[in-house]
Every structure is written in C-alpha cells, then in structure tokens.
C-alpha cells in the first residue's frame, strides 16, 4: 500500500541502516545503465535521494541496479571504478531504465546499448537520463515526441544534431514515460519530484533538507540563463528579456522588440541591465550569441560559416572579429582544440 503524505507530518530520522539495493515488496526499482567516463555526482545524487528517502521512511521502499553494456564494472570521470549488477542484455523488469553517460557518446558497446533502449522502448517502458544520458536515448529513438532536456553545456550540439526533438533546456522534465534532466544537483531534483509523487511534499522536502538543498526546482525552472549562472534576487523583467534574448539567438531581436516584451522603454532596460548585470544589452546579448557559437564549435561538424549564422551573424569577418574579442582566439582555432 503506497504512503500517503498526510501520514508523514513530519519525518524523522532513523537511524543508518545497512544499504540494501532491493526495495521492499510493493516498492519501487530504477536501473542505472552507466557508460564509462560517466559523471559520478550526477549517479550519487540521484541514488542518495533514494537512499536518504528510504531512510525517512523507516524502509527500503527504493532499490536500484547498475548496469553495462556487458556487465563489466565501469570507469567514472573521476577515476574511481564502480561494480555492475547486470549487462543491458540481462537486465530484469525495473520501474525505470535511466542512461548515464560522460563526456563522449561513442564508447564500446554502443550499438548492444542503443538495441536494448529501443527494445525497450518499444516494449512501452520508462526510460530517463542523467545528463548527457539524453543524447543516447535520442541516437535510440526514444524522445521522438517528447520534451526533454540536457546539460546546457550540449544543448547546442544536441538541437542542431536533432532539430525536431524538443530540447527545453530545463533542469528537468517528465514527459509521460521520459524522465530526463541536466545532471550534477538537477539529479537530485529530478528524483525529489519522483518521491514526491510517491509520498507528497513532505518527504520530498525532508530529503531535500539532509542535503541542505536550499530550493527543490520544479521542471518549470531554467537550469541556466546566460553567462550570469544566477539571475534569482534581480528584476524578474530583467529574467524576462534575458530569456526571450536566450530563445532568441539565430534571429536576434530588436533592442525596441525587447523593451516592448517587458513594458519598458529601451532606455529603462538599458538603465536595467547597466545596473544589475554593469553591461550594455547589447554587449550581454553577443556574449550570448558568442558562447552558443564556442558550444557549437565544441560540440559539432558545423562549417564555421554555418555556425556563424546559426548564432545571428551574417558576416564571416564580423563572426570572427567578434569571436577574437571575446575569448582571445579565432573560430578556427577553437575548433581544432580537444576538450
């Protein structure tokens, strides 16, 4: 019998039991298909929301599995390797598959991972992504249809790789039987709205609160709006234009068009920007433009041109000149750098 919220006023702390990864009967169970070089934060924050929940709870109402393409224990990013229970091939019934992946989508193994999330998929399952987990599910198939998202640092990459695929952008969403998110902390708020479904908010934010996780974001919320990581506190007019500016970046808009969206004249949002962000709209919005164009540089095949007007620019020698000022190196060399 699931728990209600009602039950839970207020959740006290048991003490450390053992970890088991098997949930009690009637619980639920998440798999997570790991790829070497994955992000060990992103597995360890999505994991210990269930783990820090089932100790709320006074259960193992969660459980969870590792899985490989061949059952072999994986390399994290950081060096330290991690046991797997089970290979893609073997993997027994679970509430949902998530894939998480590292810096590179292309690994050994590759094609027995994309077969098993179309099989999958195809069988009506749940699947999700951790991160750069959101590229495989889409080599696979499986968000033609769906909203997703992915870490900010690939959306670039991912949206020209896969123009008719949904790519918010967000710090997480759940689009019917797709759960995705960006990783890094956004792990654990994906895995809160889970337990929050399951419980209520109550346990949700009794999870949150041993992390000393300030806010539990909800799917709504940008995981990350231009080069200042954290417009909260500023003029939520200010957000707006810098949001419209973000969705904005192949066919930049007018300073007048941008006034207008916020009910302000182009002076005030001059005279707003100068204050909160001490830089012209003009200037943030290039810088904008210019750090989508370094993301793609990084991330594609893209002939530069394309990528130069992909970003706003209609001129080589201006995309150019631009980029040299910003980031004190030309197009061309960004490209034939290895990151």
């Not at 949902?96 to 810096?103: A, D, P, R």
Request: charged share 25%.
């Amino acid at each position: 019998m699931t728990l209600k919220a009602a039950a839970l006023p207020n959740p006290t702390i048991s003490p450390e039991r053992p970890v088991t990864n098997d949930p009690v009967q009637g619980g639920r169970h998440f798999a997570f298909l790991l790829v070497d070089k994955f992000s060990m934060f992103s597995l360890a924050a999505a994991i210990d929301t269930f783990r820090s929940a089932n100790r709320l709870l006074g259960r193992d109402f969660y459980g969870w599995t590792t899985v490989s393409a061949d059952g072999d224990p994986v390399m994290a990013s950081n060096g330290l390797p991690l046991k797997i229970d089970y290979s893609v091939a073997d993997l027994p019934p679970v509430d949902i598959l998530f894939v998480s992946v590292g810096l590179t989508t292309e690994f050994p193994g590759k094609s027995k991972v994309l077969a098993a999330l179309r099989s999958w998929g195809r069988r009506g399952n749940a699947l999700g992504a951790l991160s750069v987990g959101s590229y495989l599910l889409a080599e696979a198939g499986q968000l033609d249809g769906y909203r997703c998202t992915i870490h900010w640092e690939n959306r670039a990459g991912f949206m020209e790789r896969f123009p008719d695929i949904n790519c918010t952008g967000n710090v997480f969403e759940i689009d019917r039987k797709r759960y995705t998110c960006a990783g890094g902390t956004t792990s654990i708020d994906l895995m809160l709205e889970i337990v929050r479904g399951d419980f209520g908010s109550n346990l949700a934010n009794g999870v949150a609160n041993q992390f000393q996780h300030e806010r539990i974001r909800s799917a709504g919320d940008r995981q990350r709006v231009g080069p200042e990581r954290d417009l909260t506190g500023k003029s939520e007019k200010l957000r707006r234009i810098v949001e419209l500016m973000a969705d904005h970046l192949d066919e930049p808009l007018s300073a007048v068009q941008l006034a207008k969206s916020a009910g302000l004249s182009v002076r005030q949002v001059e005279r707003l920007f100068l204050r909160h962000l001490n830089v012209t709209p003009g200037r943030y919005y290039m810088r904008l433009r210019l750090e989508r164009a370094r993301e793609l540089l990084r991330q594609t095949n893209m002939p530069i041109l394309d990528v130069a007007i992909a970003t706003g620019f209609t001129s080589h020698s201006y995309f150019a000149q631009s980029y040299r000022l910003q980031f004190g190196r030309p197009p061309s060399e960004e490209r034939r750098t290895t990151y």
